[in-house]
Structures are given as structure tokens and as C-alpha cells.
């Protein structure tokens, strides 16, 4: 009696999943649905990450998340619309025996539809179920562009952040010899860490607006790791503006924003408490390099102000498993506690 109404759970599963794909691979943002297939799918990577301490299982995020969520996608489709079928007895039939299709028969017959093979070994022997299988068969093509579209960006997003995190990498790796390279080798000076990052950086911030699962990608390699080389960028600015005692470079604002977005989008996408503040950092580096460099008291005091950035930065560092010491350098009566 009740396999009558079995239609209406099947056309709730194909219309959520159609809803979660158009939000998260054309609206900005992500789709419900897809957040509840990649937090379950990211805390396992991250346990065995945690388990075993080895930063290898972080590197599993991206494949883990990008087919996770192509499978769930598909298998959601496929049972709705398996049970839209079954809802009906008689709806589909065998091409040669005429006999009712069976469940399976009816799940083997959907997946063929919707990858729009058509083989013809089971009939919708009806108009209105004939109509229904030429809309699950492009119902399966919406699905294949849907993937597309949720990869392609992905891939052009996880080569941005490579380039800036490999840039960052080659210029520092940590927030004190960031400054110290661009000050004493770049033809621009504190230029290249403002105003020539402006594009990329731009770039990476819009592409985490749009698709904040993002956040939950790791790189095994150091060079590679966003996750490293933002914060430690981040903490060079805030030294940059805070510790010099020197004209501030243009563009230093805008690019302190940027950083500040893509904490913010973070900090969204994890709902976790925030770490501590991270202790400061050690200017004695600077100043022993010949830079002029404010007391370490009005640094202090600067750093209050931006308590939570430093800890959304410290938070960042944390979740893809760096300490923050490589980070940044910090003063050596805190060196111990870190």
C-alpha cells in the first residue's frame, strides 16, 4: 500500500541533490547537502591524520571531498529516481518476457537511463513513464555537466593557491625572512609581498568565496601548503605595519584584507573555537638585519588589535597540521611553550 507514495521521497532525493549542485557549482557558496557529505568525509581524514601523525593523510582531503561528493550526488539521483519507478507497479517492463521489472530490475534500468546508454532490456510500456524516463536520462546529462563544473574550478583554484604558496615559500618560507628577502633581494622591495600580490591574491579570495569547501584541501608538500604560507604572509604584513618604523608600502592594506577575507571564510567553513593568540614574533631578526623596527612593547600593544586575525591565522596553520613556529619565528622566552 504504502509503495504508492514512494515517488514522493524519490522526487525529494532527485530535487535536493539538483538544488545542492546548483548552489554549489553556480551560486556562491555551499550547498547543504554537500556539507553534510564533506564534513563527515574531512573529520576522517583528519582523525587518521591526528591517529597516525603522519601529514600524508591531509594530502587525501581533495580526492576524498571531490569523489565523495560525485558519488553521493549519483547514488542519491539513481535511488530517487529508482523509487520514483518502483512507485508504480507495471511502469517499466522486460522487452521479452512483458513481466513487471523487480527492484533491481528497476535500479539496473535508472542507471542506464540516466547514463543515457539506453539499452532497451526493460520498456516503459506507458506514455507518462516513457516521458519520465526522457527526463531522468537528461537528468543523468545535467548530472554529468554538473561534475564537470564542480572540478574544473577546483583544479584552477588549487593551481592558484600552489602559485602563491610556492611563491611564498621560495621568498621566505617563515614571516621574518618574507621581510628580510623582499627588503634586501627583490628589485621592489616590500612591494612584491603588497602590491605585486594583489592579482593573485584576489583571485584565491574569490575562489574560496565562491567555493569555501576549499578550505578543506591540504598539500603534503610544504611548498604547496596554503594553509603554511598565508598565515606566515599575514603575519608579515601585520609586522610590516605594525613593527617598522618606516613608511608603509602601498597596497599594504588591500592585501591584509585579502588575508583577512580568507580567515574569515575559513574560520566559517570549520566551526571550530578558535586556538589562543599565537605568542609574537621575534624582532630582534629584524632589527639585527639593520631594519628600523619599534620597541617590542608597542608591537605588543599593536598585536591587540588584531587578535583574532592572528588567531584565525594560528587556526589555519593548526588544521593543516604546522606549527606555528615555522610559522613565524617568535621570541624565545615563548619559543618553549609552542
Given at each position: 500500500m504504502l509503495r504508492q507514495f514512494l515517488w514522493i521521497p524519490g522526487l525529494v532525493l532527485v530535487v535536493a541533490v539538483l538544488a545542492d549542485m546548483l548552489v554549489t557549482c553556480i551560486q556562491s557558496g555551499e550547498g547543504r547537502l554537500s556539507r553534510a557529505i564533506h564534513r563527515p568525509l574531512y573529520w576522517i581524514v583528519t582523525t587518521a591524520s591526528r591517529i597516525s601523525g603522519r601529514r600524508t593523510w591531509l594530502s587525501w582531503s581533495t580526492p576524498t571531498l571531490?569523489?565523495?561528493?560525485?558519488?553521493?550526488?549519483?547514488?542519491?539521483?539513481?535511488?530517487?529516481?529508482?523509487?520514483?519507478?518502483?512507485?508504480?507497479?507495471?511502469?517499466?517492463?522486460?522487452?521479452?518476457?512483458?513481466?513487471?521489472?523487480?527492484?533491481?530490475?528497476?535500479?539496473?534500468?535508472?542507471?542506464?537511463?540516466?547514463?543515457?546508454?539506453?539499452?532497451?532490456?526493460?520498456?516503459?510500456?506507458?506514455?507518462?513513464?516513457?516521458?519520465?524516463?526522457?527526463?531522468?536520462?537528461?537528468?543523468?546529462?545535467?548530472?554529468?555537466?554538473?561534475?564537470?563544473?564542480?572540478?574544473?574550478?577546483?583544479?584552477?583554484?588549487?593551481?592558484?593557491?600552489?602559485?602563491?604558496?610556492?611563491?611564498?615559500?621560495?621568498?621566505?618560507?617563515?614571516?621574518?625572512?618574507?621581510?628580510?628577502?623582499?627588503?634586501?633581494?627583490?628589485?621592489?622591495?616590500?612591494?612584491?609581498?603588497?602590491?605585486?600580490?594583489?592579482?593573485?591574491?584576489?583571485?584565491?579570495?574569490a575562489a574560496h568565496l565562491n567555493s569555501p569547501y576549499l578550505h578543506r584541501f591540504h598539500d603534503h608538500d610544504r611548498q604547496?601548503?596554503?594553509?603554511?604560507?598565508?598565515?606566515?604572509?599575514?603575519?608579515?604584513?601585520?609586522?610590516?605595519?605594525?613593527?617598522?618604523?618606516s613608511d608603509r608600502p602601498p597596497g599594504l592594506q588591500r592585501a591584509l584584507a585579502s588575508v583577512d577575507s580568507l580567515t574569515r571564510t575559513f574560520e566559517r567553513v570549520h566551526h571550530q573555537p578558535l586556538p589562543p593568540t599565537p605568542p609574537p614574533p621575534d624582532l630582534d631578526i629584524l632589527r639585527d638585519a639593520g631594519l628600523a623596527v619599534r620597541s617590542a612593547d608597542e608591537y605588543r600593544e599593536f598585536l591587540h588589535t588584531h587578535d583574532a586575525l592572528r588567531r584565525r591565522l594560528a587556526a589555519m596553520a593548526h588544521a593543516g597540521s604546522w606549527r606555528w613556529d615555522q610559522v613565524a619565528r617568535v621570541e624565545s622566552r615563548h619559543s618553549a611553550r609552542i
Open positions: 571531490i569523489v565523495g561528493t560525485l558519488i553521493a550526488w549519483t547514488l542519491l539521483v539513481w535511488f530517487g529516481w529508482t523509487l520514483i519507478f518502483w512507485s508504480q507497479p507495471g511502469a517499466l517492463l522486460g522487452a521479452e518476457s512483458g513481466q513487471a521489472a523487480t527492484f533491481p530490475a528497476t535500479f539496473y534500468f535508472v542507471g542506464y537511463t540516466l547514463s543515457t546508454l539506453g539499452l532497451g532490456e526493460i520498456i516503459a510500456p506507458e506514455t507518462f513513464w516513457r516521458i519520465m524516463t526522457d527526463i531522468a536520462s537528461i537528468n543523468g546529462f545535467f548530472l554529468l555537466s554538473f561534475a564537470i563544473t564542480f572540478i574544473v574550478p577546483i583544479a584552477q583554484a588549487r593551481s592558484d593557491r600552489r602559485e602563491l604558496a610556492l611563491h611564498l615559500h621560495r621568498a621566505g618560507p617563515d614571516a621574518q625572512n618574507l621581510i628580510l628577502r623582499a627588503h634586501t633581494d627583490h628589485d621592489r622591495g616590500l612591494l612584491s609581498l603588497t602590491t605585486d600580490l594583489h592579482l593573485i591574491l584576489n583571485r584565491i579570495d604547496d601548503a596554503l594553509d603554511l604560507t598565508l598565515p606566515a604572509l599575514g603575519e608579515a604584513l601585520l609586522i610590516i605595519q605594525g613593527a617598522l618604523d
